[in-house]
């Protein structure tokens, strides 16, 4: 006897699964490039801010001093959340011993219908848990990179408040 909704089902949710372990897979390659661009950033920042420091003997002022130090906050929340996307999740995944039910021999005597079904069951379990972390990791990677590109912006108008020789208190 062919089941052929329970097919069709098992179908999509094989390929359903398949999308949401590659959209965890982008979002973590996501957070890991916000981590490399927010960190490379940080250390060309900070030895500008060094350089700052230095010139011609004088003290940066008061605001392009804050305006770096909120530049460099920016970019290291951006590197947290960035490394947040990537930390363990609690994903759910079918476990051996929830199949070992299905391997008695009489089970396999039976039409699979039910093992479908039970199965199929399992992966919409999945198929949700996973779903709602990848939400959450994602909208953590949204706030990482806008955190990325406000720290830059922010950055850039201290660098271009100290090459115009701003002197502002």
């Given at each position: 006897?062919?089941d052929?909704?329970?097919d069709?089902?098992?179908g999509?949710l094989?390929?359903?699964?398949?999308?949401?372990?590659?959209k965890?897979s982008?979002?973590?390659?996501?957070?890991?490039?916000v981590?490399?661009?927010s960190?490379a950033?940080l250390?060309i920042?900070?030895?500008?801010?060094?350089?700052?420091?230095l010139?011609?003997?004088e003290?940066?002022?008061?605001?392009?001093?804050?305006?770096?130090?909120?530049g460099?906050?920016l970019?290291a929340?951006?590197?947290?959340?960035?490394?947040a996307?990537?930390?363990?999740?609690?994903y759910?995944?079918?476990?051996p011993e929830?199949?070992?039910?299905m391997t008695p021999v009489s089970?396999?005597?039976?039409?699979g219908a039910?093992a479908?079904?039970e199965?199929?069951?399992?992966h919409?379990?999945?198929?949700t848990?996973w779903?709602?972390?990848n939400?959450?990791?994602?909208w953590?990677?949204?706030v990482a990179?806008l955190?990325?590109?406000?720290?830059?912006?922010?950055?850039?108008?201290?660098?271009?408040a100290v090459?115009a020789?701003y002197?502002g208190?």
């Open positions: 006897m062919t052929t909704t329970g069709a089902l098992r999509e094989q390929e359903t699964m398949a999308a949401e372990r590659a965890k982008t979002v973590e390659a996501k957070g890991l490039s981590i490399s661009t960190g950033l250390t920042l900070l030895g500008f801010a060094a350089l700052v420091g010139r011609d003997g003290r940066p002022s008061s605001t392009v001093v804050l305006v770096l130090t909120v460099m906050a970019l929340l951006a590197c947290l959340l960035g490394i996307c990537n930390l363990p999740g609690r759910l995944e079918l476990q929830s199949l070992l039910s089970v396999w005597r039976e039409d039910d479908r079904r199965l199929s069951l399992a919409l379990e999945i198929i848990q779903r709602r972390l939400e959450i990791r994602g953590m990677l949204l990179i955190l990325e590109v406000l720290g830059i912006f922010v950055v850039g108008g201290a660098v271009v090459a020789g002197q208190h």
